[in-house]
């Protein structure tokens, strides 16, 4: 990439709700009826926010975000990079100011759920699948026949 890389890593507080619902969108996570307005929260909301900007554009090409309680636990979620920036180092850019952030303010415990096939990314980066534990989602008390 030269000496000068095209993308720059920036923590924010905010952005332009378009540009980030794109990125959503980019990954197949926008669905219509989701609420626009409530992407600012949701930046708040985070503990850690990344972009990764295009230096020539301003504009985002990928983000990632964390959730914590800022004491002990943080969880990596939502990364994403457009398309056509994939394999330019921009995601790996994103979990690394991520992570550095966290351990900077003292929590190392940093997990993540990895997309079937990412998991030689996220390897690659210092996470190890977690031996015994299985990833579970609340699916509002549905069972289905034949469950306990």
């Known amino acids: 990439m030269g000496d000068e890389d095209p993308i720059r890593i920036e ?3 905010f ?3 378009e ?3 794109e990125l959503y969108r980019s990954e197949g996570w926008w669905k219509d009826f989701m609420d626009k307005s409530r992407i600012p929260e949701l930046i708040r909301g985070s503990y850690l926010f990344a972009l990764a900007i295009d230096i020539s ?9 964390v959730i914590s ?3 002990a636990d943080a969880y990596i979620q939502d990364l994403v990079v457009l398309p056509e920036w994939r394999n330019k180092n921009a995601g790996r850019m994103i979990v690394s100011a991520l992570i550095e ?3 900077s303010n003292g929590i190392s415990w940093i997990g993540l759920i990895a997309q079937p096939g990412t998991d030689a990314f996220y390897t690659s980066l210092g996470f190890e699948p977690m ?3 299985v990833p579970m ?3 509002g008390g549905r069972r289905d026949a034949g469950s306990n």
């Not at 301003?58 to 975000?65: C, E, V």
Request: charged fraction near 15%; charge should be neutral; proline fraction near 3%.
């Open 137 to 139: 989602l609340y699916h």
């Open 11 to 13: 923590l924010v507080n």
């Open 101 to 103: 952030q966290c351990i």
């Open 15 to 17: 952005w332009d709700v």
């Open 69 to 71: 309680d800022g004491i």
């Open 19 to 21: 540009q980030i619902v």
């Open 57 to 65: 554009t301003g504009k985002p090409i990928g983000m990632g975000r």
């Open 131 to 133: 031996a015994g534990h």
